[in-house]
């Protein structure tokens, strides 16, 4: 035998079925591949047991109806029994007839229910009979992850791969899309090494698609050194940039098993939810791409918390886009998951996963001296359920450490020509020539400056032209230290905003509106509403909303020192998820500086994250434009696979099974009981 140079093992201790030479599953594995199978014909081991258990049956039958007349050397001992011997009557015959035949219908549906429905033998059936060295493509990319009816395509792929290996009687090797796989077998099913089983139960379909090509040259060239063979391609027929597959597979002479027919991709390309500030209402978004070569109307379901929300139809052109906007009344935190209801090459990136941000409601907290500025007060006024108002409210600049104790990360404190009493703590600042250890003062006092313009920014979204601003006196700031500037001068920044590490976010301007013209532009109002907007944003989350699969999880900001010293990830169920698997158990990680680091997440899904008192929602979608442009591709010679079982479904067959043949034994114990005590 040609050797593969893999270190041959120690052992190779045979797996199912059993080495036992009585095994009869043993027997069955032995005969040539292409009689396993057949249809129902007299070469069918289920047919060769059928004719087996109705021979007794109608020996039985025909022995029963004629006299029984025995030879003794002392009738006086046999003489009661010989008297006992049935009478012939008329309907004596039809009735053993009726009952050979009811026997033989029973045992008939037996046989077929261990049978199971036959397939036509497969073309290259009988090329599995012969030695020659075999290679097997496992095709473990993402569309294998897509279902045949309640079977998905890689537990198809991994069933015929199974077979083929069993089946060969040579040398063997399995590779995995492009990638040479750890295990390599050189025998038939009576030695096959116990790795086998494990290894293929482990693989998952996560290989980028465009690795079948590499596969094809890679097995080429194993066979060739062993002066050639046969080549398999296990797949579902869904690539992407490899034009020149068909062309491989009819150079390389590969026989192509399809266990799925895909349709052209749908995806979903972008997406996601916002609220704007005070809005009691989100705004839904998404964009969906159709990547066929034909137009397509898309149905588009969205469930809130796995309740039905919202439905909707896109018209898709041929290789091309459609987006949407909705409304959707939902609490902050909610799940809502968009699915596109339609079959395609990849069902990964038909769910798109949202958490729903919270609703922006701050308490806004007034700091001033005196009798305080009535444009500022007007200006909040104007705002209307946009702030708690009833929060709200207006106070000197000592009130500070008592608000403190109580304000919340998405509260606002300005302070008008004044500064904190006290520690700053996490929450957005607006200071109007305000003094405080944030702001970036030059200590430079700058007269009638001129020039002014926006600089481009969150906060400078939707505002006017400030040409006509007049300041007749201010304080030049620095913008340094990661610090962005907001409004620039002939004399330097007069308004900066940034963040520090500690999560405290803040505006500073430096002049104050008594000083300036601002409060009389149509500016003021836009801009004190971007800068509340900003203030309280959604960024002010731990950790982002929304993650790729294979993006690691990181805090964007330490946690808050009552978290604790652990991070702990679980995973939420989501009707779009399939059955529990090995990563949905929870996650600790370490936190280190108050700040963590949760693995990449490798299954679409939600996560909930918690330490001490914090809890956040992320969403774990599939987002790869490159991978979701996957087409058909016609590969010559292509056929369906054999019909193949599950692990579950074979568990469940063979018991089945068993409990067939017990009943089949018991009908012919039981017909041979009844004749000989006469009833029958």
């Not at 898709?316 to 596109?340: E, K, N, Q, Y």
Request: proline share 10%; charged share 25%; with cysteine.
């Amino acid at each position: 035998m040609p050797s593969t140079g893999a270190p041959e093992p120690a052992s190779r201790p045979s797996t199912t079925p059993s080495s036992h030479p009585r095994d009869p599953r043993v027997f069955f594995e032995s005969r040539p591949p292409w009689r396993h199978n057949l249809p129902m014909t007299f070469a069918h081991p289920a047919a060769l047991g059928f004719f087996g258990l109705a021979l007794p049956i109608v020996v039985f039958h025909l022995y029963r109806g004629k006299r029984r007349r025995l030879a003794v050397p002392c009738l006086r001992l046999w003489e009661t029994a010989l008297k006992e011997s049935p009478e012939r009557t008329a309907l004596a015959w039809p009735r053993h007839v009726l009952g050979l035949l009811l026997s033989l219908t029973v045992l008939s549906l037996l046989t077929l229910g261990l049978a199971g429905p036959g397939d036509p033998p497969a073309a290259g059936a009988a090329r599995e009979r012969d030695g020659r060295p075999l290679a097997v493509i496992l095709d473990a990319t993402l569309s294998l992850r897509a279902r045949e009816g309640p079977v998905r395509r890689f537990d198809l792929a991994k069933a015929e791969t199974d077979r083929l290996v069993r089946r060969a009687r040579g040398p063997v090797r399995v590779f995995c899309a492009g990638r040479d796989i750890e295990a390599i077998f050189d025998a038939g099913p009576a030695s096959l090494a116990a790795a086998w089983p494990r290894w293929l139960a482990a693989r998952a379909p996560d290989a980028p698609a465009g690795t079948l090509v590499p596969a094809l040259r890679e097995a080429s060239a194993w066979l060739g050194r062993l002066g050639g063979g046969r080549l398999v391609l296990v797949t579902d027929g869904a690539t992407r940039d490899e034009p020149d597959l068909p062309a491989k597979v009819a150079e390389t002479g590969a026989e192509v098993r399809l266990c799925g027919a895909p349709a052209p991709n749908l995806a979903f390309v972008e997406g996601g939810a916002g609220r704007a500030w005070g809005e009691a209402e989100a705004q839904v978004y998404l964009r969906v791409r159709n990547v066929s070569g034909a137009a397509r109307e898309v149905p588009v379901a969205a469930t809130l918390d796995d309740r039905p929300a919202h439905n909707m139809t896109l018209r898709l052109a041929a290789g091309g886009d459609d987006a949407a906007v909705f409304p959707l009344a939902a609490p902050g935190g909610a799940r809502l998951t968009l699915r596109i209801l339609a079959d395609d090459a990849l069902p990964d990136d038909n769910v798109l996963r949202i958490v729903v941000p919270p609703r922006r409601r701050p308490r806004v907290f007034v700091f001033q001296t005196g009798g305080g500025n009535a444009f500022l007060r007007r200006a909040l006024e104007t705002l209307g359920d946009r702030i708690d108002a009833a929060g709200s409210g207006f106070a000197p600049p000592h009130a500070w450490e008592e608000v403190a104790q109580t304000i919340r990360p998405d509260d606002v404190a300005i302070f008008d020509a004044c500064g904190p009493t006290g520690d700053l703590r996490p929450a957005g600042y607006l200071f109007l020539r305000g003094r405080g250890p944030f702001v970036p003062a030059s200590g430079v006092e700058v007269a009638n400056p001129g020039a002014f313009a926006w600089r481009r920014g969150p906060l400078a979204m939707g505002l006017p032209e400030i040409g006509a601003l007049k300041v007749r006196s201010a304080l030049a700031l620095k913008a340094e230290g990661g610090l962005e500037t907001l409004l620039d001068s002939d004399r330097g920044a007069l308004a900066v905003h940034g963040e520090t590490p500690g999560g405290i976010r803040f505006v500073a301007l430096g002049f104050r509106l008594e000083d300036s013209n601002l409060p009389l532009l149509a500016a003021f109002p836009v801009l004190l509403r971007n800068a509340l907007d900003w203030l309280t944003g959604e960024e002010r989350r731990h950790f982002p909303a929304a993650v790729a699969l294979g993006e690691p999880i990181a805090s964007r900001r330490p946690l808050p020192a009552s978290a604790g010293g652990m991070l702990t990830v679980r995973r939420v169920p989501d009707s779009a998820d399939g059955p529990p698997e090995a990563d949905d158990t929870p996650v600790q990680c370490p936190l280190r500086d108050g700040r963590a680091l949760a693995p990449a997440p490798v299954r679409p899904g939600y996560l909930r994250l918690e330490s001490g008192p914090l809890r956040e929602l992320v969403a774990a979608n599939f987002a790869n434009a490159s991978e979701s442009d996957l087409r058909p591709v016609p590969l010559p010679g292509a056929a369906p696979v054999e019909a193949v079982e599950t692990a579950a479904r074979k568990a469940r067959t063979e018991s089945a099974s068993t409990v067939l043949i017990a009943a089949a034994a018991a009908l012919l114990v039981a017909e041979w009981w009844l004749f000989q005590r006469g009833v029958l």
